[in-house]
């Protein structure tokens, strides 16, 4: 099983793209700008959106991505975007609504459109792609309704992306038991910025040391969804306050294997 991060960035700038992560190559999880990277055949190979939360940074693909592969999609069924339902309500509301983005839920043919939303819920397994992968609904905590999602490999282990979260109790609950082999998990703020993550519903460095004690140490920590310009800051916060925990940052552009 492959996962090809795309954008992990918790903004633009130059080399910053937001977060988008490519599950096999027909499975999309979060569709921020670093879906502009892959190549129009990539894109319209993509069959299934998995959204995280409604906010724009991982949103945005969806509506550019259907207007480019739309024309290439004539005889395949449409791409299924799945999310929680206040997720969906707000593309509905917000972006698919002819005025901010036509309505390619039923563009361009009603009967056949290139988009179909489709509703999951908090404890949720789907069976998603050409490979079958099961995916888990985690709970997430953020500033709207929120999740994340833990990809089952061949093998049974795990991984797992906590999508856009601050500490989250009901994640550590439903991470027991399971054989997580990769956590993806925000830490956007550096410490000096505490009091936006807090208000935003984000990690920073304390708060995310407080959270990793919850996770076994066989477990790989990659961390994502860092804002442009702090990572070295973040990054050398969390080497004093986790010394024997070994923490990578995800970059755009690389592949994760997981057998
Ligand atoms: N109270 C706040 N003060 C400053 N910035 C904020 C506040 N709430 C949200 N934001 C910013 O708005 C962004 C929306 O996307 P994010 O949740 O990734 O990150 C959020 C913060 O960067």
New binding site residues.
Partial sequence: MNIRILGCS??IAQGCRTTSFLLDDDVLIDAGTGVGDLTLDELARIDHILLSHS?L?HVLGVPLLADSVMRRRHDRAPIQVHALPETLQVLREHLFNDRLWPDFTRLPNPRRPVLALREFQHGDSLELGAARRRVDILPAA??VPACGFAVTAPSGRQWVYTG?TGPNPALWSALAGRDVAQLVIEV?FAESERA?AA??R?HCPSSLAEELKRLPELADVLLT?I?PGELDTIVADLAQRLPDRRLQTLSAGQVLHLA
């Fill in positions: 918790g903004s906010h940074d953020h500033a856009d956007a936006i208000d935003s984000h969804h804002k």
